[in-house]
């Protein structure tokens, strides 16, 4: 595992998982049109904490 270079101390609203976060600089619907265009046929879902997963298998 890596460390963050900017660990977070304490939370921002006193409750909740301390954590990273930054704005997204991309939503998930540009992401997933994206995906799709690029690499027809596959598929994204969305995982915690704005994560998400995409899975593309190439064509033979």
Not at 6 to 19: E, L
Request: proline residues 10%; positive net charge; glycine residues 8%.
């Amino acid at each position: 595992m890596i460390r963050h270079p900017r660990p977070v101390t304490q939370s921002v609203d006193g409750g909740g998982p301390v954590m990273p976060m930054r704005d997204a600089a991309e939503t998930f619907t540009e992401i997933s049109g994206v995906a799709r265009r690029v690499l027809p046929g596959a598929s994204i879902r969305r995982r915690l904490f704005f994560r998400y997963t995409l899975e593309w298998t190439s064509p033979a």
